[in-house]
């Protein structure tokens, strides 16, 4: 299809797209807010304004509903709420509240169209738009695609504004004041005497009064707590080991299961649980899909007796071996594999034609999430309902998927989202919240507390997807003009939403994510991405698609600028055609002090990468040592339009580099006999303390809208620590992980 056709084409998708939102599901069912879920349960003299405050005489609480994975997610959203709402840390507690529509995520619809981050145009707002609607309507509630800073910005703000007017109002019905004469400060509101009333003394009164709506917001100068450094609310328990997990609650009766299921994904033909039954501690052993659970007084006690199961398994639906897993997607290179074309800018054909690089090949592999904290769920099944405790970032599918477990009604489950010790898109899976409710619906009026152990955590993870890139490109006059990348893989979304039985039609934007969308003006630039067959399933791992694709991109471009002799910050930059993408380049050159002198046996290496609407460029210095690759320094700059925290960006940052760096230099899972072959962190290791550099961070804030940090940093990684190797030896590593191709110190 010619470029005229594709655009007719998206442009009738569009419009379809906008006759769907303002017909089907209606222009007022959209700007209809859902319902206030707080005011269901409110206590005599208690307040809600809205879903994200309440207020009663003991205690103010804020409502951040997005789930904390350790990325200080609820610090930030209480932060928001706090600042407009003229709250001080400590003077309110946090909770995730429970799930509801009215928690739908804003932010979502932004990785749902086919458009960069950077189009303002109004064919992607639209689309964006009716994304929107599309998301509020089903009430999609979750957490994941850097979006919990993004969806929170506005409305929590909003949320705090309403409620400080509203107690300012009930001050004046008490008082007879009128409100343009009374000020807030510190949970108080101030009367023109000094006097105080505090928010709770407040409640009552507020109750009876109709919330104030549209609120005028603070301006930025004005700001006490967004942009400025403060101290995460959690850091102290985190820090003395006082934070309550999922995995550390005790529930008052409960018993304590493990399972063991078909590490080749498919089912039990047989077992022998005989020596399990007879062992301490173990009251029960029963199956559930898959496989079997032992029930016992203890969780070290149950996981021993697993051990002693023996399973009969069936057959992998996928094929056995790891260089079967390759071959198949090698082979996906074809018309009829072919997802979409994302890009086809300029003449690719006519520009090889002269100057020419030899065809190059790149590959990256599965890799687990393996969070420090195992997967876990507490699940109490009882006629009237159910009750569920545990971590997990999509709460409203969560009770959907017990409610088809037991029966019961989705309206009938009671989720309580925990602190989560780590994530990375693991605990966007439900499997372990199936089994453990497939448990207590057999133990009905029982507690039951399933805890995986590492091994079963490992094997039974849905990794992230490998894939192939192939690339070619072409230099004239010391410039690249051309690339043509093509790039195969699984489908992630197509696997991931599968088991969560929502359809997703239409291509896989995460197969192209990190490469079609790179802002650069390439000349001539065509990106093609192939669907491989469904092999192992796989899941959302830290940044998706990007976390592959960055690394093809931007090593395909480095040899290229290098087959063109020229500087590979210099030719970033030329090629840049969005500003803010530009200045993060140009700021990164300048923080690393790009240009200068190197000792020998020392190189640089450069990465640009844009995911989820953030441009983020790292620069790696290393050190070729005789005992291998030392890594000595990183510098990162990022935008993302507004850093709500400073200090949790630089600290999200610098661990995104970490999981970046670790992963890229040791991290796989391979196949054998349709089992993975690693099982703990022995042999999927990350990066030790002794190897980690020193890493320097810049946020920047030119965007024109406010986006999350937890995932960007994580892409350029690869890139810029495979690229400053080529610089400090000459050495190219087209394949992850490295350890492979080269010894690291």
Same mark, same amino acid.
């Given at each position: ?5 594709? =655009? ?23 700007? &209809? ?120 910005? %506005? ?74 450094? &403060? ?8 820090? #003395? ?22 590490? /080749? ?50 057959e992998a639906p996928y094929p056995a071996e ?104 693991? /605990? ?22 399933? #805890? ?120 970033? =930059? ?98 054998? %006999? ?6 703990n962190f022995d042999s999927h290791e990350g ?19 406010? /986006? ?32 492979h191709s080269i010894d690291f110190v």
């Amino acid at each position: 299809m010619g470029k005229a056709g594709k =655009i007719a084409r998206r442009s009738f998708l569009i419009g379809s797209a906008a006759v769907l939102g303002g017909v089907a599901f209606g222009v007022y069912k959209v700007k &209809t807010p859902y319902p206030n879920p707080l005011e269901q349960d409110l206590n005599d003299g208690a307040a809600s304004f809205n879903p994200w405050v309440l207020i009663d005489a003991d205690k103010i609480t804020l409502i951040g509903p997005h789930a904390d994975k350790g990325q200080g997610v609820a610090h930030a959203q209480a932060i928001l709420i706090a600042e407009e709402m003229d709250l001080e840390p400590g003077q309110f507690e946090i909770s995730f509240g429970k799930p509801d529509k009215a928690y739908w995520n804003t932010a979502m619809a932004g990785e749902g169209v086919p458009f960069m981050a950077s189009d303002a145009g109004f064919p992607a707002e639209s689309m964006r738009s009716v994304m929107g609607g599309v998301i509020k309507l089903i009430g999609l509630q979750g957490t994941g695609g850097s979006t919990s800073v993004p969806d929170s910005f %506005d409305k929590l703000r909003q949320a705090g504004a309403m409620a400080r007017e509203t107690l300012k109002a009930a001050a004046a019905q008490q008082t007879g004041i009128n409100t343009t004469a009374l000020k807030t400060k510190a949970g108080h509101v101030i009367l023109p005497d000094g006097s105080k009333l505090s928010y709770q003394e407040l409640a009552g009164v507020a109750a009876n009064i109709a919330p104030v709506r549209d609120p005028k917001l603070r301006d930025p100068s004005q700001w006490r707590l967004i942009g400025k450094p &403060t101290q995460r609310l959690d850091i102290v328990a985190k820090s #003395t080991g006082t934070q309550t997990y999922g995995i550390d609650l005790e529930i008052e009766g409960a018993v304590h299961a493990a399972v063991k299921v078909n590490p /080749r994904r498919s089912g039990m033909i047989s077992y022998d649980a005989s020596a399990a039954q007879g062992m301490r501690g173990v009251k029960h052993v029963l199956e559930v899909t898959n496989g079997v659970a032992v029930i016992a007084d203890n969780t070290w006690r149950a996981i021993q007796a697993t051990e002693t199961i023996d399973c009969e398994w069936a057959e992998a639906p996928y094929p056995a071996e790891q260089d079967q897993h390759w071959q198949e997607i090698a082979a996906s290179f074809t018309e009829t594999h072919l997802d979409s074309t994302w890009r086809d800018d300029g003449d690719v054909d006519a520009a090889m034609k002269e100057g020419a690089v030899a065809p190059l090949e790149y590959r990256v592999p599965y890799v687990a999430h393996a969070p420090l904290e195992p997967l876990n769920a507490t699940v109490l099944v009882e006629e009237g309902g159910v009750t569920v405790w545990s971590g997990h970032q999509m709460p409203r599918i969560l009770q959907d998927m017990v409610a088809g477990v037991t029966g019961h009604d989705a309206s009938q489950v009671t989720f309580n989202n925990q602190f989560m010790g780590g994530s990375f898109g693991h /605990r966007l899976e439900f499997e372990h919240i199936k089994q453990a409710t497939e448990i207590a619906n057999q133990m009905r009026g029982t507690p039951v507390k399933l #805890t995986y152990s590492r091994e079963e955590d490992m094997t039974h993870d849905f990794p992230r997807q490998p894939g192939i890139a192939r690339a070619t490109g072409s230099v004239k006059n010391g410039q690249v003009v051309a690339m043509d990348l093509q790039v195969a893989m699984p489908s992630v979304i197509s696997s991931q939403m599968g088991r969560a039985n929502i359809p997703v039609p239409g291509p896989d934007s995460q197969i192209a994510a990190g490469a079609w969308n790179n802002p650069y003006a390439l000349p001539n630039y065509r990106m093609r991405a192939y669907r491989a067959p469904e092999l192992a399933p796989v899941s959302s791992w830290r940044s998706v698609g990007a976390s592959a694709n960055g690394f093809f991109f931007d090593s395909v471009l480095d040899e290229l600028i290098h087959a063109a002799g020229a500087d590979p910050m210099e030719e970033r =930059i030329r090629l840049m055609q969005h500003d803010v993408s530009r200045k993060v380049l140009e700021t990164v050159a300048e923080m690393s002090d790009w240009g200068a002198p190197l000792a020998p046996g020392k190189g640089r290496g450069v990465a640009f990468v844009e995911s989820f609407g953030v441009p983020t460029a790292e620069v790696i210095e290393v050190t070729a040592t005789e005992d291998g690759i030392q890594i000595d320094k990183v510098w990162v700059a990022a935008d993302v339009g507004t850093v709500v925290d400073p200090v949790n960006f630089e600290n999200l940052v610098q661990g995104g580099v970490i999981f970046g760096l670790g992963h890229a230099i040791n991290c796989e899972i391979t196949y054998s %006999d349709g089992m993975a072959e690693q099982s703990n962190f022995d042999s999927h290791e990350g990066m030790r303390l002794y190897q980690c550099p020193e890493i320097f961070v810049k946020g920047l804030e030119n965007g024109a809208k406010v /986006r999350g940090i937890g995932e960007p940093p994580v892409p350029p990684a690869a890139p810029a620590l495979a690229n400053a190797i080529f610089a400090a030896t000459g050495q190219r590593i087209r394949e992850l992980p490295l350890y492979h191709s080269i010894d690291f110190v």
